[in-house]
Every structure is written in C-alpha cells, then in structure tokens.
C-alpha cells in the first residue's frame, strides 16, 4: 500500500494556495469543490460514475422493467426449452435468450444487478465500520488494545478464505435460523456475512496506519491540552481526517466484492438458485459446458459484471487522484 | 434376445428403473425374488448376455474398453463387504463370482439369479430353512493365490459381514437371517449357521423361511474371500479393496506382483489407485467353461477419473474413449445422439429400477397434514422436472413409489396423474382447502408455517436444473420455501439423522434404487419404522414415527399423529409368488393414497454414449450399467 498522507481538510489547500492559470484572482474554495474540481476533469472516472448510477437505478426499478418485459425473474417457460430441455437463444420475447429452466436470461441479469449491488454495498458497509471502528481503537489506543486487533487482524487474513468462505455455508446453510442464533442466515444474509467478514481487516490496517501518524500531529496536541476526551478526539478530530482514504478503499472494496459474491454464487455457496445472481447465472452456464450451446446464458450477465466491476474500478481509481493529489500513480 | 432394451417394448413396459449414479443409500442393484424367478427363468434359457450390435462387426476378442468416471463414488473404499453402490457391483460383475449370479443382460431376464459358483440353484428343505449349495470344480483364485475356491472361502466372507470394523453396509440382509448371524466388534469369527460338509458343499440355516433368499447370494460381500489376504484387513474397513483377489475373468492390474506371504509384504495392488484410475486384466486361472455368465470378451478395462464429464463425452465423440460408464450424458449430448440418426445407435437408453422422489417429512408442519402433501403431489410438474434432466430419453414419469418392476404396479396407476404431467392448479387447490392450514379455504396454505419451509436439494445439476419449477409450484398453493444445496453426501446426511433432518420439510435429493427385484426393498428400508434410527436412517418421511421414539430421538411430534405402513408391509413379508407381488402393490396404494410420504418424479433410465468401437453392446439390469463382462471392442488396445 502507498504511504499515503492523510488529507487534513484544513490543511488541503493546494489548489487554493496556487494561483488561478487565467490570471484571475484566486477565490478560496471549500476542499470538496476542489475535489469536484480536480475529478470531473477525469473522464473515465466519470463515466464509472454514470455507470453505476445507472446500475443502481436498473436494479431500484428492475421489477418496473421486469413488469414491462411481462416476464418474472423466476417465472418459467415452458416453451423456452425444447424437448431436450435447451434453451431458446435471443429473440424479441427472450431479449438475452432463455436459460436450463425456462426462465428469460434478460430479466434475471436485471434483477441480478440488485443482488450484486445489495451484497457489494451491504458487506462493504458492514465492513468498513468494523474496520474504521477497530482500526481507530488500534491505532488510537494502542498498547494492549492495539496488540489484540493487529493480532486479530492477522489471523482473519491469513484464513484461507474460499475454504472458510464454504466451510462457513456448509455449516449455516443447513439450519433453519442458520448460525450464531439466526444472526447468519443461510442466504443473501450469510453471503453478506462471509464477505464483510473477510474484507474489514484490510479497511482496519489502513485506518491503523493513518491514525498513528495522525495522533502525533500537532492538532490532536492542541485537541488533548484544550482538554477534549479520547472519543472526542478520535471521533471528531482524527475520523473526518480518514474520508478520503476511506472513500477511496471503500469503493475499491466494493467491486472486489461484487466478484467475491459472484465466486460464492458460482460454487453454489449461499445464494439460493431462486435468487437472480451474475455469478449463479454464470455457473449455471457453465454447468456441463451449457455456454457451448447457450452462449447468451454466459455472455449477458458476463458483461454486466464485467461493466460494474469496471465501473467502481475506475470510479475508485478517480476518487483517489481527486481526494489525494499527493499520491503518484 | 434382444440386449438393447429401448427397442424391446416388453422389457420397457417391465422396467422403468433408472440410472444409479453413487446414492449412498440406494444402490440399483436388481435380483429378482423368488417369485420372479419362476415366471422368468423360462424366459432366458438363451443366456449370455450378447445381443444386437450397434454396427455391423464381428464379436472378437480383445481390445479393451476406455472409459472415464468423474469420481468412483466408493462408500465402502471397493472392499466387496462394505462397498454399497451400482457401479461398484459393475466392477464387481468382472472380478467376482458369487453362488448365484446374472447373465449380464438387459430386462426381466438380467434380474433372474443363475448358478455361478454354484453347480445349481440350490436346494431348499421343506421348511424353507435350509439351503445347500455345491460349488463347481476347477475354479480357482487369480493370482497371487491361484489356488481352488472353497466353500470356506464364501463362509469366511459371511464371517467379515459380521465384523462391525469392517462396515458391512447390507449386513441386514443376513443378520438375524441366517442362525448365528449378528454383528460383533473384532475380526471375522465363526457363523454356527453356515455349515461347511466339506470343500465343495455349503450349508446355510436360516431362522426363519426367506424366499427371497437366494438374491442375496448374489451379492457382491457374499463372493468368495481369500483368508489369507483379507485376514491383514480387519479394520480399519476398506482396506481389503487395495487387493480384492480375483475370482472372476478379471483381476486387478498388478495383482500377480503381491506377495501374500505376509501381512507386511502385501502392498495395494497397481492398478487401483482411489483417486485416479482402476485398470483390470485377464485373470490367467479363469475358466471360460466353467462361467456360463460372463462372455469376457475384451482383454480389460481402463477406467480413469476425469472430473470433467463434459470432457468425457467429448472423448467418445472423438474415440480416444470406448464409452461411457455412469455419468448422465449433458442435454446437448443428448440432444447431439437422440437427433443424429448417424449417431443414434451408439446411444443405449437403458431403464433401470430407481425412483427419483420428492420426500415430505410427516413431522415437520405444513407437511403433518395429508392434505397438504397430496396438494404438493397435485400441483408439482413432473413434466418440467423430466425436461431438467434431459428429456423423455432420461427417465419415464413416476405415478407411485415402486418401479413397475418391482410389484408389477405399472403406469396405469396414477392417483395424481394430470394432464401432460403439468401439475393441476384446481385439484392442488381442492386438497388445500381441506387442509387446516388453510381455515378460510382458500386454495392456498395461509397459515405461517408455510412460510420459509426448507427445501433440501443437491449444488450439482440436473437438480439444480429443476429446482426453480419445483419452488414455483409449491409457491402456487401457498407454500414458500427457502432452498438449501448441499453437497450431494451432506444432503443424505443431513436427512438421515433424524434430528437434523427435522429441520428440513421437504427434500428433493434422495432417489432411491431397488438392491434386488424383490419389492420389500421398496418398502421396509423406506416406510417401515424399524428403519427409523437416529443415524443413517432411510425412512426420510419419518413413516411410522411414534410419540415415544421422537421423544427419545429428540424431535417434536405433530399433534395429529403420524401414519404407519408397518402393518401393510409386514403382512406382504410372509408371502410369496404373486400373492407377494400384489400384497406390495397394496402396500404401494396404500402409501400414495393413505400415507403420502412421497411425490414420485419419475423413473430413470441409464443412458449410456459408446463408440464405434464398441462392436457388442450390453446391459447389466442387475446393476443397471453397461455389462463390462459381455461389451466386446475393436480397439486393438491393451489395458
């Protein structure tokens, strides 16, 4: 990871400092502004941008569209598979083709788009408060504390996750109120679970990182002698210090996630066949080599992860050049 | 005869079986009873096994057959005693010899035991309590033994079934059966109930008269077992299938290289290794005039796992494969075969004797009401389900429990029948509203505890496949189901522990496959509550569940009781012939229209893909695979 200096938004006053190119007087601007400034120069950023609001708003009114299509994210057809039970390829009823059961390829990728954002941004959310949580009391605290979470950090990441990730759906996804007393539930839930489980550690190590450097800085000094509290200034003073990094991990979290989710659904971990999913979609077609035959089946929801994984990336990638102009690619 | 049952109406009309992939429980392995055996035996008087050929091509000798399995699916590591599934007793047809066995042939007539070992069928006293059998001569060990099969060496393999290290998994068979039979912890030790006159005479006492007795010497743990080898292997289980001595036309590659001088020289055997390959040879001291049974014409087999099927099919295509063993061909293979008419005779559709089933259990709320499960009989589309695994070509639509084969109970009853095996809304509909999960008689469970019911199936298609229509079904009388994929071993395991399985209300993994064509293998292990155990149980309904058994079993018991099939089933046990047979088809109605445990989706068949290679096609009905001791090849190739 870059040592990256944390951005004090007091402090960030590298466009404001330098004079305005056109000769014009410099107007002082509020760091977002700056920040506006400097990311819709980036016009790929931008477009990843675009792209995910039009995501999310696919999957906000994909039973809007699923309604003007007529057909059901699980509803069946019969005569979407012939005798052999193959699928019908695409055509103006099945836009992308049908898949094994009978169902329309195009409407389950919409609705796929819910399932894929609801765990990316669920799992991401879940995760970045343990990690900003435990990573500010680490680092902050320090001593014993710091011991016990670095350690706990340790051992979390060096899980072999895939063979934990499945031992954990084997074991949650028999039970009715599956584990931990119903906490994870088989399903979209224990999906949710798995991924936040695994990803808080490396969100926890970079706030760690940044707020021990931070907590020697002169500001927290004066916080401390002008008598503020621990919390106080670890919440006050020292988390608003961590947007930017956090922002910029955050959402590049997010489309890792997406992928993770996918990998689970394509193992048939979690995620019920009945639920719409890229990657259940995926490992659908590739059960007995279905793609050969059924390429719409493979390539649909392929392209709408590929698109949104792509689209966060680049995103991400902005969001870093625009909160942290320090940072050298 | 005809050896190619899809084109042999009878045969289809008798078995509508199924393929039988590595079901822990339920291994398709036919015999007939007793009972059969009298109708059929004047049916098969031209034994052999070899029949129509696909192409044009002498029969010869030679070659080998190339085949890939994407795992063996062993549950008892291939030792004889233990092992419990179809495709180990295909193995089994090529190394062992057993007293009775079969001519390796598909239909009625590939269920009738014949004398193999055996000089004859047997001799039964008049009380039906004693059976004696005298052994042929000149038949001898493969090596490293090469010495004469005597008749303690079938007794010894009765003694490791009762040696509980060993894990016999059909131990039930003979226990309790045969006098002195019960399990023991320790090595093998003497059966008062087996009498051994001398070398070539066997003695069996049983307690009580058994007609179907005689099938179950032709069981793969009753071959004959060399006590000097397999004395090295008394726990734990298993061991011994790294060194099966042969007695039949084949042997394991390498198995003259064993030292048998002692235990800590005998080493496992080359040409088996679990993980990757089983390679057979001509076994040097088998006698083809001495094996009325076996045709033993290719010079052995090559088995490779290959975890890719798709794989495997592309390879016969090719031909660098004879062809294929157990998998289901993927629907475009089927497709591919089933509309090419130049590829069409290499596709053998072949029924076997399995049922795939929808289980309910009885005590899980909404499924304590009989209303409720024949609603789901009523509403679930078989038609849709048979699509999932591939069409018409895969399996025939189930109407009750039993295989015709078994009780003779053929497709015309069909208490739930409905038009192309649709699913009927409006008949559905009817039987919920008598349901008292449905007070306001609206067609559709209301009440809540149809909400979140757990669907079990298994994470591997075709289940996978048909399990969105099974959901929207159940979806259209009320019943919403949360599905679970497990594993297709941690499913079964899930449902046979009865506590667990407690947890599930309804499950679409299990299939089960007939040991031997007598029907009680349809009945006791399923819906009797003696097979109601804590552990490893069959009985996935929880037919017969007492109030005192749940109660120590630590499950809740429904308020309004669970049905039993004990009196039904017990009362077919005593007779025999076709009284026998139509006591079970009794006991068959019974369960479809009293009990309910099931929704039967249908009866499959094996479909098997070969080559051009293979110049001699045949089926083995009774462990419902290719014959592997009557397919012959022009493949010139060595094992």
Redesign the interface.
Same mark, same amino acid.
């Given at each position: 990871m870059r040592q990256d200096q944390s951005i004090r938004t007091d402090q960030l006053d590298v466009g404001a400092a330098a004079p305005a190119p056109d000769g014009q007087s410099a107007i002082g601007k509020t760091p977002w502004q700056l920040f506006w400034r400097r990311f819709k120069k980036d016009k790929f950023a931008l477009a990843g941008g675009i792209l995910i609001i039009v995501l999310i708003f696919i999957a906000i009114f994909a039973p809007l569209i699923a309604k003007f299509v007529g057909h059901g994210p699980?509803? @069946?057809f019969?005569n979407a /598979?012939?005798?052999? !039970? @193959?699928p019908v390829g695409p055509s103006s009823r099945f836009w992308f083709g049908a898949d094994?059961? !009978?169902?329309d390829v195009f409407v389950r990728t919409i609705y796929g788009a819910r399932t894929s954002l609801a765990v990316a941004f669920l799992a991401t959310g879940i995760a970045t408060l343990i990690g900003v949580t435990l990573g500010l009391l680490a680092g902050y605290v320090a001593g014993s504390v710091d011991t016990v979470i670095s350690r706990l950090i340790d051992v979390v990441l060096s899980l072999p996750l895939l063979l934990f990730a499945l031992g954990i759906s084997?074991a949650c %996804?028999?039970?009715?109120n599956g584990c931990l007393h119903g906490l994870v539930q $088989? !399903?979209l839930r224990l999906v949710v679970f798995i991924i936040a489980l695994f990803t808080w550690p490396y969100l926890a190590r970079i706030v760690r990182g940044q707020v021990l450097s931070l907590r020697e800085r002169e500001f927290i000094e004066a916080s401390h002698s002008m008598g503020a509290g621990e919390w106080r200034i670890m919440f006050a003073d020292i988390l608003p210090n961590l947007a930017a990094p956090i922002i910029v991990y955050t959402t590049l979290i997010i489309p890792s996630n997406i992928l993770f989710e996918a990998a689970l659904s394509f193992l !048939?971990v979690g995620i $019920? *066949? /009945?639920t719409p999913s890229w990657g259940r979609m995926l490992s659908?077609a590739s059960? %007995? *080599?279905?793609f050969?035959?059924a390429w719409w089946m493979m390539l649909f929801p392929g392209i709408f992860l590929l698109l949104t994984t792509l689209a966060f990336n680049l995103l991400g990638d902005g969001l870093r050049d625009a909160l942290d102009p320090r940072s050298r690619r | 005869m005809d050896g190619h049952p899809s084109r042999s109406p009878s045969n289809v009309d008798q078995l509508k079986g199924e393929e039988m992939r590595v079901s822990r429980k339920g291994s398709a392995l036919f015999v007939f009873g007793v009972a059969s055996l009298l109708i059929a035996t004047a049916c098969s008087s031209n034994n052999g096994g070899s029949s129509s050929t696909p192409t044009p091509g002498a029969v010869t000798k030679g070659g080998t057959y190339r085949s890939a399995t994407s795992s063996f699916g062993f549950v008892g590591d291939f030792d004889p005693v233990g092992e419990y599934t179809a495709v180990g007793f295909a193995y089994y047809q090529m190394l062992l010899r057993t007293l009775l066995n079969y001519t390796g042939e598909a239909g009625a007539a590939g269920l009738v035991p014949h004398p193999d070992l055996a000089t004859d069928l047997g001799t039964v006293s008049s009380d039906g309590l004693t059976y004696t059998y005298h052994l042929k001569d000149n038949i001898k060990f493969g090596p490293p033994i090469n010495r004469e099969i005597t008749s303690s060496d079938i007794k010894y393999a009765f003694e490791r079934i009762d040696s509980s290290s060993l894990v016999a998994q059909y131990a039930f068979y003979y226990d309790g059966v045969i006098k002195g039979m019960a399990p023991h912890n320790g090595p093998p030790k003497n059966i008062s109930g087996i009498d051994t006159p001398d070398s070539k005479t066997i003695v069996f006492h049983l307690t009580t008269p058994t007609s179907d007795f005689p099938a179950r010497l032709s069981m793969a743990a009753t071959a004959p077992v060399p006590q000097e080898v397999a004395k090295c292997f008394t726990k734990p289980a298993g061991g011994y299938g790294n060194d099966i001595v042969s007695s039949g036309p084949y042997m394991i590659q390498g198995a003259d290289q064993m030292d048998p001088s002692s235990c800590s020289t005998i080493k496992p055997m080359s040409g088996y290794d679990p993980t990757s390959k089983l390679i057979l040879v001509r076994n040097p001291n088998w006698v083809q005039s001495t094996d009325d049974l076996r045709k033993a014409y290719v010079d052995g087999l090559n088995m490779s796992i290959d975890s890719n099927v798709d794989d495997i099919f592309n390879k016969i295509s090719s031909g660098s494969l004879d062809g294929s063993f157990y998998e289901i061909p993927p629907p475009t293979v089927l497709q591919k075969y089933s509309t090419d008419s130049s590829l069409k005779p290499y596709e053998h559709i072949d029924p076997q004797n399995t049922t795939y089933y929808i289980s309910m259990n009885l005590l899980v709320p909404p499924f304590d009401d009989i209303h409720v499960r024949k609603a789901v009989n009523w509403i679930i589309d078989k038609a849709g389900i048979q699509k999932a695994w591939g069409g018409p070509a895969t399996g025939t639509i189930a109407g009750h429990v039993m295989p015709p084969s078994m009780a003779g109970l053929g497709a015309d009853y069909n208490p739930y029948g409905t038009p192309n095996n649709a699913g009927d809304l409006s008949k559905a509909e009817a039987e919920m509203k008598q349901s008292k999960y449905d007070p306001g008689h609206t067609g559709k469970c209301t009440d809540s505890v149809c909400n979140g019911v757990i669907l079990l199936n298994r994470n591997e298609p075709p289940w996978t496949d048909a399990e969105a229509g099974i959901v929207a079904d159940l979806a259209k009388i009320g019943i919403n189901v949360k599905a679970r994929e497990l594993e297709s071993g941690a499913a079964y395991q899930t449902i046979d522990t009865v506590k667990s399985g407690a947890g599930v209300g309804i499950s679409m993994n299990p299939r089960w496959g007939a040991d031997y064509g007598d029907p009680n293998t349809f009945a006791q292990p399923l819906f009797s509550s003696q097979s109601l155990i804590p552990v490893g149980t069959s009985n996935y309904a929880m037919v017969g569940m007492t109030k005192e058994k749940a109660q120590k079993f630590g499950v809740t018991y429904p308020s309004g009781g669970v049905p039993s099939a004990d009196a039904q089933i017990n009362a077919c046990l005593p007779k025999t012939g076709q009284e026998r047979q139509t006591c079970f088809q009794g006991v068959d109605k019974y369960l479809m229209e009293d009990v309910v445990p099931w929704v039967p989706m249908f009866w499959a068949n094996q479909v098997t893909i070969t080559s051009p290679t293979v110049t001699n096609w045949a089926f083995d009905q009774f462990t419902g695979f290719i014959a592997l001791q009557n397919v012959a090849v022009s493949n010139n190739a060595s094992p």
């Open positions: 699980n509803e @069946l019969d /598979t012939n005798e052999f !039970g @193959l094994r059961s !009978g169902r084997a %996804s028999v039970a009715k $088989p !399903g !048939g $019920p *066949q /009945t659908d059960n %007995s *080599q279905m050969t035959y | -």
